[in-house]
């Protein structure tokens, strides 16, 4: 039943007749998130607090929010890039600027993350969770990996797999090699190709989330992973454990930010603020393994999640870690080229 | 406007809403340049069409070609027996046609993950022949070729099933009766008589798995495991992470194009053998 007192008339007058028979005349804010990146309560306590709708629904890549906000028009009041995507977003306009004044919960986030390399005023995005790239494994295998360079062991063959995501693979043959994640030289791209050409035999194959219940079951010895996915893992099989390699790894942060078509922006910013209280993100921590950026909200974790060394990696770790950024077009299109030679040899 | 036309008027809306409109739309993409989020930007430009010319793309599409016929080749084999059984059974047909088409009940997508549990290391079979003492490790049934073209038999049997069916069907029983009469043997019978018979089922069916076939994204990335490419991927890598949306629309549109030259050569020679 759409609307209980629908009747004939307002049938006849059609589109008047429907909004007239609007459920509901709270506002409605428009939230397009990560799947699996809210706990069930955030959302409802949100809505029952500021008496107002929210629409909410998630993807599964950067790639499919950005087709959708990339028109201006999408209808979406909040999304999650990540952060490597935002300065390309903010580049075509699609983002609007925060009102600091409205966001004053601002000051719980972890020093770490008030002043960014990708917006360093955070004019534009409140870095909300975040996590980096590393090596899931089984810990009957001696030695334990500790390196990239330890995947390209031939003990692993069959029983190893690479993420399928042209950046992470690529990043981490270009780590093995002593490169950065962003690298733009043809030349080492290339030396990059080669380390991940010579370690394709030994795949079993490229998997992203999928390689989690084969971690578990024991097909696949070591895997390289995101941390959270990894956790996952971990959770539900203590035989696995997870490093960060030696020779550096990528995090990633993503952020929230306000869309600049957005027409409810202050609604949004109460929102966003509403992220940042210290409860709201330990109960969305507690809900989905990730680790946040907000400062104030770790006090309120058990031991174990605050001092769990995958989630929350300490200070020596953190600093071996790259925040990679967006490479030139050139230099995506020989790394998209690069990846399909890859993926065809 | 006379009646005929009125009634033709939803499949021309049809016809122009959901294929002229987005044809024209990938046309149009495949002509622009690459934004830098994705999407496109001007100028207009045919240097995705360039790009496509490259051993390593060709290879790729070659490769495809090659799955595709394999696939739709293993599919007639299978499909023909199975469509002459139901076309012959009396009692229970429509049970067995039902039985064809039970698949479709459950989505592609869940049907091709049941796969990737049925032959994993730890899956059923696996499992299976190890309990039965027959195998002492996995066999690696996943994540190669032959778990692809496993897939996608799978997925498209159907459409190789019902158009013989039909066909079939439809077959004078009096002429295989004929032929025994003349004494033919029953192997005789079936690729001297029926197999010509029901060329038409035989075509119809080749086309309509030969050409998702060629598509086919989602079952060389689940079962393959993504080590190897076909065009599917190649396309929908460009849609994803490589962000280059009017390089992933000519490769759409090139292989629309290889895809109808070649329908209509064999189609045109088709009729040519008729007459």
Known sequence: MICSNMNRRYFIFGLSGLASCARDSRPRLNVYNWSAYVAPETIPAFESEFGVRVRYATYESNEEMLAKVITGNSGWDIVVPTHSRIESMRAAGLLASLDHAALPNLANLDPRFRAPTWDPSLAFCVPYMWNGTGIVYNKSLHPAPTRWADLWSPALKGRLTMLDDPEDMLGACLKKIGRSFSETDPEQLHRAESEAIAQKPLLRAYLNAEVRDQLVAGDVLAAQLWSTTAQQAIDAAPQLAFTYPAEGFPFYCDCAVILRESRRVELAHKFLNYLLRPAVSAQIVQATRTATANGAALSLLPEETRNNPSLYPGPETFARGEWPHTVPTATQRLRDRIWTEIKSA | ?275
């Open chain 2, 1 to 275: 406007m006379k009646l005929r036309e009125w009634f033709l008027l939803p499949a021309r809306a049809w016809m122009a809403v959901l294929f002229a409109a987005p044809f024209a739309i990938v046309l149009a993409y495949s002509l622009m340049t690459r934004g830098d989020i994705g999407g496109i930007a001007p100028p207009w430009t045919a240097e995705s069409y360039a790009r496509l010319i490259d051993p390593l793309y060709l290879t790729i599409l070659w490769r495809s070609f090659v799955m595709a016929a394999v696939a739709t080749a293993l599919c007639l084999l299978f499909a023909f027996p199975a469509a002459l059984f139901i076309s012959r059974s009396t009692s229970h047909r429509n049970l067995y046609l039902q039985l064809v088409m039970l698949p479709f009940w459950t989505s592609f997508l869940v049907r091709t993950y049941a796969w990737l549990f049925l032959l994993r290391d730890t899956g059923l079979i696996n499992t299976l022949l190890e309990s039965l003492g027959l195998t002492h490790a996995p066999l690696p049934l996943l994540y190669n070729d032959g778990a692809v073209l496993l897939g996608l038999v799978y997925g498209y049997l159907p459409f190789m099933v019902l158009p013989i069916y039909a066909t079939l069907e439809r077959l004078d029983p009096a002429l295989v009766e004929a032929a025994a009469d003349l004494g033919a043997r029953p192997m005789t019978t079936v690729f001297r008589v029926i197999v010509p018979l029901s060329k038409p089922g035989i075509v119809a069916g080749s086309i309509l798995v030969f050409i998702p076939c060629l598509g086919a994204y989602l079952t060389p990335d689940l079962l393959g495991g993504g080590r190897t490419v076909m065009v599917g991927n190649l396309v929908q890598n460009q849609f994803t992470t490589a962000r280059d949306w009017p390089f992933g629309s000519a490769i759409s549109m090139a292989l629309m194009l290889i895809v109808t030259l070649l329908l209509v050569l064999f189609l045109r020679k088709e009729s040519e053998s008729l007459v």
